[in-house]
């Protein structure tokens, strides 16, 4: 009978969690190779095949497996420091659990104030799919899982609307201006009359809008594989006159993927997809913070 790893896997709750199961007992040990990285050696072969699986959940980027001299290495690559503790099953299956903690991402957005914004609504109904899906409808079922993660993790989201309601751009920033709130984010899709066309991309205003879209937009290159279709300085956001509103939070509107391209629309009626994006729009918001809003 062989013997080794059968399986390696990760999940996502309010810590990471990687999973190694074997058939057959094993030893391991852990070593921190770099800053945020870390190796686990394990006294046995691999029965799976060896690969990089991206998982990007927003604390773990990749994990690696591969096979040297009868022994198997497990590589993780985490996004930001993190502790970790471990539990060993044994039995038929042997598992081996990790769990990394979340305590840095969750103090980037304690009490964040967030205003997720779904584009469109009631008689505006956005663009149109070729299947006929509706942009509307699409980006208030991503701000959903957008703003029950954010809030999962400790930030204050609100959705500017949570129904099928017909708003104006005022309204909208009016919700924000009352919360002062720390950041805005639009939810759309990008529409384009060649249906090949496909992709993510963002409009923003100022300084603060351009470093929060570009790294919104380059997260769900990562998580999803989506085009990078660059991102614009759009002077019709946050229009409010005699505000200083604009220079105080940034307001991005971030077109999540083409509904015009037939393979996306249908990636947007899949739950898994748009929670996906979820992840994604979340990974670049804690990433700007980190990186350039940190108090
Ligand atoms: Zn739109």
Redesign the pocket.
């Known amino acids: 009978m062989n013997s080794g790893i059968t399986n390696v896997y990760v999940t996502t709750s309010d810590c990471s969690t990687l999973v190694v199961e074997a058939i057959t007992p094993f030893r391991y040990t852990i070593n921190k190779t770099l800053r945020n990285a870390y190796e686990i050696n394990l006294g046995c072969k691999l029965i799976m095949a060896p690969d990089t699986i991206r998982i990007f959940d927003g604390l773990v980027n990749t994990v690696t497996v591969i096979e040297k001299k009868d022994k198997s290495f497990i590589l993780v690559n985490l996004e930001y420091p993190s502790s970790y503790r471990v539990k060993l099953e044994q039995g038929v299956l042997q598992k081996l659990t990790i769990f990394f903690d979340w305590s840095f991402i969750t103090n980037i957005l304690n009490n964040k104030v967030i205003i997720i914004d779904p ?2 609504g009631g008689r505006d109904l ?2 149109r799919g070729y299947i006929n899906l509706l ?1 509307k409808n699409v ?1 208030i079922d991503i701000a959903n899982y957008l703003k029950q993660r954010l809030n999962f993790y400790g930030a204050h989201a609100i959705m500017t609307r949570e129904k099928d309601i017909t708003m104006n751009l005022t309204d909208r920033i009016e919700t924000a201006l009352l919360l002062e709130a720390d950041i805005f984010i639009g939810l ?2 990008n529409w384009d009359s060649d249906k090949y066309v496909n992709g993510a991309k963002g409009t923003y205003k100022g300084e603060k809008g351009q470093l929060l879209c570009d790294n919104i937009i380059e997260e769900l290159g990562k998580k999803l594989r989506l085009q990078n279709l660059g991102i614009r300085e759009d002077a019709n956001l946050c229009v409010i006159k005699e505000n200083h509103y604009v220079n105080k939070i940034p307001h991005v509107n971030i ?1 999540v993927c083409t509904i015009s391209n037939p393979v996306e629309e249908g990636w947007l009626r899949s739950p898994v997809f748009k929670e996906r994006v979820a992840v994604a729009i979340m990974n670049g918001i804690v990433r700007y913070i980190v990186w350039h809003a940190r108090l």
Do not use: D, L, R, S
Request: hydrophobic share 10%.
């Open positions: 584009g469109h956005g663009y942009e980006v759309h899709t077109e």
